[in-house]
C-alpha cells in the first residue's frame, strides 16, 4: 500500500517546506504519512494511515496534535474516505468519517472547521464520477495544508514586526510547524524574528503533563539552530524577571468572539505573570481558530485527560496509587491579559476582532 | 552499627510524632536514620547514616530535602561527629564537619542556623570529657528537631485562625513533615485547618523538576486522609479560577529582612497568579528561617541545580540532546505579593518582620 514517496523528504518536495512535517498526503491520496510526536525527540517515525480510522486514531492518540494540524490531518483522513468511497452512498460514507473525526478532539475550532469545508465540497461534488471526487477532495485538503503554512508565514511576519530589536521571547507548548502545516504560528513568529535579526533568545516552557515544550518545540528550534533553552512551566516568572524575557509568545486552540483564548493548559497562568511583569502577551493562531459562534471563554468545551498523563511517565508512577488528580488539558485566558492576536488577517487587540 | 531501634517506628517513639519522620537520630546517639524521599512514594525506605560523611549526602543528594529539614539533619550529622571526635581535636574537628554540611546546599538558611547553633555549643564544651561532648550534642540536636516540631504546630494553630470556614488551598513543593522535623509549615496549616473543619480540598502543584508535591505532599497528606488532588504547575491559574481555590499557603527557604521570600522553584509564579485574582498568599516558616543579614531577596543566592533533573525522568529524556536547560532550584517572590508570614513567633506582615 505504501507508496514510494515517503519520509524522510527532501524540503522541496513537502507542504510543510521542510524535510519534516506533521502530516502529508502521497501524491496518489492514498495514504497519509503522520508524524509521531510522542516519539519525539529521539525518534522520527512516521505513521502511515491507509483509512479514516487510522487517521481519526492519530488525532485521538495524539500522535499529531496542535489545532491547525489536527484540521489539516482529519482533511487528509476525508480525502482518504473519499477516495475508497466509490459508490451511490459517498455522501453518507463522508458523513459518517465526519463524524469520527470530529469526536476525536473537542477543544480545538480548527478540527470541524477543515471537516466542514471537506464536507461541504462533498455535498457539492457527490454526484460526480468517483474518481473526480477523490481528486476534488485530495485538492481541497492539500489546499487547506497550504493555506494554513501561507497563514503561519504571513503571522510569522506581522508577529515579528510588533518585536524589537533584542527581543527574547517566552513560548508556552509547541505552536510550531509541529503544531501546523508548517512554519508554526507562535513559533513562525520566532522563526520570523530570528530570520529578521531580532531575536536574542527563546525560553521554552516544558509544558507539563505532555512536554511539549521540552520534548517539540526544543527539537524543532534547534533543528533550525535557533538558541533555545528549556525550562519548567514553574521557571516562567523567575526568568521573566531574571533572565530578560520581553515578550510571551503562545498559540490557540479556539478564539472566542469577545477574545478570549482557549490554549494548552498553563498559558493562563504566563499570560499572568506576563501581566504582573509589565511585558506583551502575544496569540498566533490562523484565522481558523478564531470561532465567532462562542461568544466568550466560558462557553468553550475543556477537554479532561486521562489522569494516567500526570500520575505516570512512561513506566515510571510519580504520584502515590489512590491520590486524586485533575488533568484539564486546556484553559481560557481572558481577553484582557492578551496584548494582541496575530492572525493572517491581520494584528487585532482581542475585544476588536473583526466580524464579531 | 545499626541499633535495634530502627524504622518503622511506633508513632509515640519519634520526635516527629508520626509513624515516619525525614530524620531521627538512634537513642545511642551512633546512627541518624534519613528518609529517602527520592523513592517516595513508592517505597519507604530509611537511610542508616554512622558518619557525618554519610549525613552530608543525604543532603547534598536530596535524600533529605526541605529547610527546616536539612537543618535537623545537619545537626544530628554533628552530633555523631562529637561522638567521633574523642581526642583534643574536637574542635577542629567539629568545625571541619561544620564546613562539610553547610557546603552541600546554599539556599537554605536553616542548614546555617542549626549548624551555627551545634558550633557555638562545641566551643563551650571543647574542654569537657569525651562522652558529655557527645551527649550534649545529641541532645542539643534533637532539641533542634523538637523545638521545629513546636514551631510547625505553632505555625499551625496560627495560620488555621486565619483561613475561613470552606477553604480550599493550593500548595507548591512539599512544606510538610517530610520537609521539617515533624508536621510541616505549610502542610502543618493544611493539617491544623482540617482538624479545625475548615478544609474543603487541597490542590498539590507537583512541582517540576523534581516533583515534590506529586511524590511527597500528596503522599503525607494521603497518609493522613486530608483530600488533596495534584495538578501540573501550569494548572495553579485555571484551578483558582474554576475550582475555587480561596487561598495559597507556601514554605520558605529563606526569608530576607524585607520580607522577600525565597522558595523552591515555581512559587513567584503561583504568588503572581494568586494577586491577579485576588487570594491571599501565605508564607509558612519557622523563625530560623527568617535572615536578618540578608537585605533583599537580590542578596540570596539561588542553587543552580544539574540539568539531568530536566532534561530526564528516570532513565527517559526528555528533551532533544545539546539543547541548553536552566534548572534555578529556587526563585524569589517578592514581599509585595505575600500577604502574610506565619511564624511561631506570630503572623506578620512581610514589610513588618520584628527585629529588622
Same mark, same amino acid.
Not at 503554512?149 to 508556552?172: I, K, Y
Not at 527563546?202 to 538558541?227: H, K, N, S
Not at 498559558?267 to 484565522?287: D, E, K, L, Q
Given at each position: 500500500?505504501?507508496?514510494?514517496? !515517503?519520509?524522510?523528504? +527532501?524540503?522541496?518536495?513537502? #507542504?510543510?517546506?521542510?524535510?519534516?512535517?506533521?502530516?502529508?498526503?502521497?501524491?496518489?491520496?492514498?495514504?497519509?504519512?503522520? #508524524?509521531? !510526536?510522542?516519539?519525539?525527540?529521539?525518534?522520527? @517515525?512516521?505513521? =502511515?494511515?491507509?483509512?479514516?480510522?487510522?487517521?481519526?486514531?492519530?488525532?485521538?492518540?495524539?500522535?499529531?496534535?496542535?489545532?491547525?494540524?489536527?484540521?489539516?490531518?482529519?482533511?487528509?483522513?476525508?480525502?482518504?474516505?473519499?477516495?475508497?468511497?466509490?459508490?451511490?452512498?459517498?455522501?453518507?460514507? #463522508?458523513?459518517?468519517? &465526519?463524524?469520527?473525526?470530529?469526536?476525536?478532539?473537542?477543544?480545538?475550532? $480548527?478540527?470541524?472547521?477543515?471537516?466542514?469545508?471537506?464536507?461541504?465540497?462533498?455535498?457539492?461534488?457527490? &454526484?460526480?464520477?468517483?474518481?473526480?471526487?477523490?481528486?476534488?477532495?485530495?485538492?481541497?485538503?492539500?489546499?487547506?495544508?497550504?493555506?494554513?503554512?501561507?497563514?503561519?508565514?504571513?503571522?510569522?511576519?506581522?508577529?515579528?514586526?510588533?518585536?524589537? !530589536?533584542?527581543?527574547?521571547?517566552?513560548?508556552?507548548?509547541?505552536?510550531?510547524?509541529?503544531?501546523?502545516?508548517?512554519?508554526?504560528?507562535?513559533?513562525?513568529?520566532?522563526?520570523?524574528?530570528?530570520?529578521?535579526? +531580532?531575536?536574542?533568545?527563546?525560553?521554552?516552557?516544558?509544558?507539563?503533563?505532555?512536554?511539549? *515544550?521540552?520534548?517539540?518545540?526544543?527539537?524543532?528550534?534547534?533543528?533550525?539552530?535557533?538558541?533555545?533553552?528549556?525550562?519548567?512551566? *514553574?521557571?516562567?516568572?523567575?526568568?521573566?524577571?531574571?533572565?530578560?524575557?520581553?515578550?510571551?509568545?503562545?498559540?490557540?486552540?479556539?478564539?472566542?468572539? $469577545?477574545?478570549?483564548?482557549?490554549? +494548552?493548559?498553563?498559558?493562563?497562568?504566563?499570560?499572568?505573570?506576563?501581566?504582573?511583569?509589565?511585558?506583551?502577551?502575544?496569540?498566533?493562531?490562523?484565522?481558523?481558530?478564531?470561532?465567532?459562534?462562542?461568544?466568550?471563554?466560558?462557553?468553550?468545551?475543556?477537554?479532561?485527560?486521562?489522569?494516567?498523563?500526570?500520575? @505516570?511517565?512512561?513506566?515510571? !508512577?510519580?504520584?502515590? &496509587?489512590?491520590?486524586?488528580?485533575? $488533568?484539564?488539558?486546556?484553559?481560557?485566558?481572558?481577553?484582557? #491579559?492578551? =496584548?494582541?492576536?496575530?492572525?493572517?488577517?491581520?494584528?487585532?487587540?482581542?475585544?476588536?476582532?473583526?466580524?464579531?
Amino acid at each position: 500500500m505504501s507508496p514510494p514517496w !515517503q519520509p524522510p523528504w +527532501k524540503a522541496g518536495s513537502t #507542504l510543510s517546506g521542510s524535510r519534516y512535517s506533521a502530516m502529508e498526503l502521497a501524491p496518489d491520496g492514498a495514504a497519509a504519512f503522520v #508524524l509521531d !510526536q510522542r516519539r519525539l525527540p529521539l525518534e522520527e @517515525h512516521y505513521v =502511515t494511515c491507509t483509512t479514516v480510522e487510522e487517521v481519526a486514531a492519530t488525532i485521538r492518540d495524539m500522535v499529531v496534535r496542535g489545532a491547525p494540524a489536527i484540521g489539516i490531518t482529519a482533511a487528509y483522513g476525508l480525502a482518504i474516505a473519499a477516495r475508497a468511497a466509490t459508490g451511490a452512498d459517498y455522501l453518507a460514507a #463522508l458523513e459518517r468519517a &465526519s463524524e469520527l473525526l470530529v469526536a476525536t478532539r473537542p477543544t480545538a475550532v $480548527n478540527l470541524a472547521w477543515a471537516v466542514g469545508r471537506c464536507l461541504g465540497l462533498a455535498r457539492e461534488h457527490a &454526484s460526480s464520477p468517483a474518481p473526480a471526487r477523490a481528486a476534488e477532495m485530495a485538492e481541497l485538503a492539500r489546499s487547506i495544508h497550504r493555506e494554513d503554512v501561507a497563514a503561519c508565514r504571513a503571522m510569522g511576519e506581522l508577529g515579528a514586526a510588533l518585536l524589537p !530589536q533584542g527581543s527574547t521571547l517566552l513560548t508556552h507548548c509547541n505552536a510550531g510547524a509541529l503544531a501546523t502545516g508548517g512554519f508554526g504560528t507562535a513559533l513562525g513568529v520566532v522563526r520570523a524574528a530570528a530570520a529578521a535579526g +531580532k531575536l536574542t533568545a527563546v525560553f521554552a516552557d516544558e509544558t507539563r503533563p505532555y512536554l511539549q *515544550g521540552a520534548r517539540l518545540t526544543a527539537w524543532e528550534l534547534a533543528e533550525d539552530g535557533i538558541p533555545v533553552t528549556v525550562i519548567t512551566d *514553574g521557571m516562567a516568572a523567575h526568568c521573566i524577571d531574571r533572565r530578560g524575557i520581553t515578550a510571551v509568545i503562545v498559540g490557540a486552540d479556539r478564539i472566542a468572539a $469577545n477574545g478570549d483564548v482557549a490554549n +494548552k493548559i498553563g498559558t493562563y497562568g504566563v499570560a499572568c505573570i506576563a501581566r504582573h511583569h509589565g511585558i506583551p502577551f502575544y496569540v498566533a493562531a490562523p484565522w481558523s481558530t478564531v470561532d465567532l459562534a462562542t461568544p466568550t471563554g466560558r462557553d468553550i468545551v475543556i477537554e479532561e485527560r486521562a489522569p494516567h498523563e500526570l500520575t @505516570h511517565l512512561g513506566d515510571r !508512577q510519580l504520584v502515590a &496509587s489512590g491520590v486524586a488528580v485533575y $488533568n484539564p488539558g486546556f484553559d481560557v485566558t481572558p481577553a484582557s #491579559l492578551v =496584548t494582541a492576536i496575530i492572525t493572517e488577517r491581520g494584528v487585532f487587540a482581542p475585544a476588536d476582532l473583526p466580524g464579531r
